[in-house]
């Protein structure tokens, strides 16, 4: 039978606490600062059934991000400079920049569709996207797909 899992890409305000509390246990497990699953149970409170049961269906989304192409829709206002500003937080994170289309500004505002490779020596993804949120001018930054 044919894996049918589907994927998705969520914000962290919108994933339940035991799926957060089975990724801190899996980054104190990595991290050696405990020894046995339980012992990472107890520390983030949540019991070694629930952490068996979603420990291979939620990992921090950079882990699962290298070789990868991601695209980004990103709101942004006319600005000189805006698009350079974000081009080098992405580069500055070593990704390396695939396409990019950036649409005729309407009342102001402009629609840069991104996409990019994340390579074995790029950084956090997570930091370069909020990174680029912090920015002024930004609107708002949407992942639209991840192959």
């Not at 801190?24 to 068996?52: C, H, N, P």
């Not at 269906?57 to 006319?78: C, E, S, W, Y």
């Not at 992405?90 to 490779?117: K, R």
Request: glycine residues 6%; negative net charge.
């Amino acid at each position: 039978m044919k894996d049918k899992s589907k994927y998705y890409v969520v914000k962290q305000k919108a994933v339940p606490e035991v799926l957060l509390k089975v990724v801190e246990a899996k980054r104190l497990l990595d991290s050696e600062r405990v020894e046995t699953v339980q012992e990472a149970t107890d520390r983030v409170g949540i019991s070694r059934s629930s952490f068996y049961k979603y420990k291979d269906d939620i990992f921090p989304f950079h882990d699962n991000a290298k070789g990868r192409t991601l695209t980004f829709v990103i709101q942004m206002d006319d600005e000189p400079g805006l698009l350079s500003v974000v081009l080098k937080i992405v580069a500055g994170y070593d990704a390396n920049i695939l396409t990019i289309h950036q649409s005729i500004p309407i009342n102001g505002i402009a629609s840069l569709t991104l996409s990019i490779e994340v390579l074995s020596g790029t950084k956090d993804i997570t930091k370069m996207i909020d990174e680029i949120e912090e920015q002024m001018g930004i609107h708002y930054l949407k992942i639209l797909g991840r192959e």
